[in-house]
């Protein structure tokens, strides 16, 4: 319960017990019980999550209420949508923050429902429609809704567009001054209007597949966005211009004042999609662990499970070049020199 719902049902229990006054004991619970009833609605976490599979187009209002829709801060839909659903959204989802749309499949629509209110046009499929986040002045929602006119949705950070985006409408994503994040996992850069992205926020990131960088950076329209990263098909950064990555064989030891031996088939291999594979010496054969890795200030972390237990090595890195690094865990100081991947092939079991 709130707070101050807790404290008036406190009251409320307090009148029933303690006063005395019967007229004032019936007084002070009818007081308190209305207060309880007018006590702004607190949604709860589970309120503000909403995920569903819409089987057929045009179908959101069905699954997600309008008095349910005004809580939503999470939004993962699959399935099939049109621009009926991306005007639902748009008007009745205004709190909504994070939307997912990796997993839908855009129909084609015609008709007066679109993101076009009033007008009667045509939406093609695997577009994102114009002004899909966008509340243009001549819509008639503006009669009852108190939306500001010609703005962007002014919730919205984060959204993943669907993988078979192919091109994107007008003032789809105009004017919404808090997004920071838009996520397209289509390996070519679908065709844009030249006012898709108008006045986008200077901080905004566009997040595309790995290898695609080059083609969105240079592709029409896309040049809003200032910076552009890869990541992989779980949408998780990668690190392509971060010197850590590749291949490291170890090529000395020291610990407690002495040299250690150090084995031929000691290898790191750190990819950039944060995951990792060690090739070390075991009872005279070579053995290979794999987990995932992070990076803090100047120590990267490998993460190995073993069983259901994580285990942790934290290395610090002591110097670094372009080929070489010095780091140390614990009590040992490893020395390491970049190498070809192709390194550690041969010990790696496909």
């Given amino acids: 319960m709130p707070f101050n719902g807790g404290i008036l049902y406190f009251f409320h229990i307090f009148a029933a017990n303690i006063l005395t006054n019967k007229k004032m004991k019936k007084f002070f619970q009818l007081l308190t019980l209305l207060a309880i009833a ?18 057929k187009a045009g179908m959101l209002p069905s699954v997600l209420s309008k008095d349910k829709a005004k809580y939503i801060n999470e939004l993962k839909l699959s399935g099939h949508m049109d621009a009926r659903d991306f005007n639902y959204i748009k008007w009745y989802c205004k709190r909504v923050q994070s939307i997912d ?14 993101t076009n209110e009033g007008y009667d046009a045509a939406y093609f499929a695997n577009e994102i429609p114009s002004g ?16 500001p006119k010609n703005e962007g949705m002014s919730s919205i950070t984060k959204i993943i567009l669907p993988k078979g985006t192919e091109s994107i409408g007008s003032k789809a994503f105009a004017d919404m001054p808090r997004l920071e994040s838009v996520t397209i996992l289509a390996p070519n850069p679908p ?18 597949p790995q290898g695609a960088k080059a083609r969105y950076r240079s592709a029409e329209g896309w040049d809003e966005f200032r910076e552009i990263v890869e990541v992989n098909e779980n949408g998780l950064l990668l ?13 000395g030891k020291e610990g407690w004042g002495q040299e250690l031996r150090t084995s031929e088939t ?19 054969e070579p053995y290979v662990t794999r987990g995932t890795w992070t990076i803090t200030d100047n120590k990267f972390t490998l993460q190995k ?34 190498v070809k991947d192709s390194a550690i092939t041969k010990f790696i079991k496909k």
């Fill in 191 to 208: 065709r844009v209007h030249e006012s898709s992205f108008i006045r986008l926020p200077r901080e905004a990131r566009l997040s595309v």
């Fill in 266 to 284: 000691d290898f790191l291999q750190l990819n950039p999609d944060w995951t990792y594979i060690r090739v070390e010496e075991k009872d005279g």
């Fill in 38 to 55: 007018f006590l702004p609605f607190t949604a709860s976490a589970q309120d503000k999550q909403f995920s569903a599979y819409l089987s």
């Fill in 101 to 114: 749309l990796a997993e839908v499949t855009i129909d084609a629509y015609s008709g007066e429902d679109g």
């Fill in 239 to 251: 690190l392509t211009d971060s010197p850590l990555v590749g291949t490291w064989k170890t090529t």
């Fill in 305 to 338: 499970k073993d069983g259901e237990e994580d285990i942790l090595f934290n290395y610090e890195i002591i110097e670094m070049t372009s080929n070489k690094m010095k780091v140390s865990m614990l009590h040992i100081t490893e020395f390491l020199e970049k």
């Fill in 132 to 147: 899909a986040f966008y509340y243009w002045g001549t819509s008639k929602n503006h009669r009852y809704s108190g939306t």
